[in-house]
């Protein structure tokens, strides 16, 4: 699983639903929640039910020492305020460790023991992904629970966070082709459409780049699932809740308020969306003054055919068309809308997406090189070094 560097919000306010949670958080963002009654499924109120209830293997601590190789430093794929992510093998029919580059791979998220994320975001997040089956979410495997050891055990997602591939400047990160960008994004916005969806019924609450995951096929997958929450019942219009997400990335109504909706999640993708686009981080002091917050800076540029090249990420140049990048940033306005009833639903999001890679404005598949010498209708700006963005 990818590493989780942002900075996250905590507001204090009292736990929710009898559940207290412990995030003291390092690096990763981190709001910390509650597992209130899930949707569908009915939410089992006790931890005991909820484990129960998860139709997921519960492993001993010894089974993923011995997956893990004794939790090595060399098999860490991961790292952030919760603990370290491992990388580990089991039989893919018994689910019993085996050699390494044998059986299955898995990643096995293990819970700092001074409980830097929270049992309560452990247990959420076994609540949800427990229940929750889509091709577009990560799959929980299993999970562990000994003594004073929590651990989760993920299918493990070769290419890592989209994080990574935007903003690593790493030989073995090579950067996303427009093409894969754009499917990244569509498989995103499915996997939340999804969580928004009468099935689920779920607000998401910590999207953003570091918990979208990659597998071989740059095929994207929603994790981390610890801050989510239920959406709002009945006829009301949000859910209330201590502020908690990642700076940058949070809604600023949520913000402002701590009232939650389906909206705050849109807002998120369209903070991403711009990420995608520009292969600059929502939030990033290293840049130039003006230029710290991504969304404050590039707005003006997005809706104008002229500069909206001064957005555009550099290495991606020549491989899309004008029309595409304008069709991408006004989805991207839409969803970054400060009233949230002007943004659109993420059923619409996805319909928009698809239907931009369906277009005439796009030529070739995934991966292909046929844009490399696409044409663009428009002045180029001047994309002076001033713009690019200094990676960590």
């Known amino acids: 699983m990818g590493c989780c560097l942002s900075a996250r919000i905590k507001a204090e306010s009292p736990p929710r639903n ?53 939790f090595r430093p060399d098999s860490v794929v991961g790292e952030g305020g919760f603990g370290c992510v491992f990388k580990g093998w089991i039989d893919e029919q018994t689910l019993a460790p085996v050699r390494p580059g044998t059986g299955m791979v898995i ?23 427990g229940q929750l089956r889509h091709p577009n979410l990560v799959k929980l495997i299993g999970y562990c629970l000994e003594d004073d050891h929590r651990l989760l055990v993920y299918e ?21 082709s427009w093409n894969i960008r754009m499917k990244v994004a ?21 999207f953003k780049a ?11 997958k929603l994790s981390d699932f610890g801050l989510a929450k239920d959406g709002p019942a009945g006829d009301k219009s949000h859910v209330s ?14 913000m402002a308020t701590g009232h939650l909706t389906k909206k705050s999640d849109v807002y998120s993708f369209g903070v991403v969306l711009l990420e995608i686009m520009s292969g ?19 707005k003006p540029y997005l ?66 090189s046929r844009d490399q010498t696409t044409r663009r209708s428009g002045p180029r700006q001047h994309r002076g070094r001033q713009h690019e963005t200094t990676r960590k």
């Open 303 to 368: 809706s104008s055919k002229r500069r909206i090249f001064q957005v555009m990420d550099a290495r991606i140049e020549g491989q899309y068309m004008l029309r595409e990048a304008m069709k991408v940033a006004t989805l991207a306005i839409q969803c970054l809308s400060v009233e949230p009833r002007f943004r659109p639903k993420m059923d619409e999001v996805v319909r928009a997406l698809e239907e931009l890679q369906d277009s005439d404005d796009r030529v070739g598949g995934v991966g292909s």
């Open 280 to 298: 600059k981080r929502a939030l990033d002091s290293n840049r130039p003054s003006g230029e710290h917050n991504l969304i404050e800076w590039a």
């Open 210 to 220: 570091s918990n979208i995951l990659l597998d071989s096929n740059y095929n994207a």
């Open 241 to 254: 809740t201590r502020v908690m997400g990642t700076y940058g990335y949070a809604a600023p109504e949520y």
């Open 156 to 176: 493990f997602l070769t290419k890592g966070s989209l994080d990574n591939h935007l903003f690593r400047r790493a030989s073995y990160f090579q950067p996303l």
């Open 107 to 129: 990643a096995v998220k293990r819970l700092n023991q001074e409980g830097l994320q929270g049992h309560s975001e452990w247990l959420t997040e076994i609540n949800y992904l």
């Open 18 to 70: 009898g559940l207290s949670s412990k995030d003291g958080n390092k690096e990763e963002d981190g709001l910390s929640s509650k597992a209130s009654t899930p949707s569908v499924p009915p939410t089992p109120r006790t931890e005991g039910e909820i484990l129960k209830s998860s139709n997921m293997k519960s492993f001993n601590f010894s089974e993923l020492k011995t997956a893990t190789r004794n």
């Open 186 to 206: 569509l498989d995103a916005a499915k996997g939340l459409a999804y969580l928004h969806s009468d099935e689920a019924k779920v607000i998401y609450r910590d």
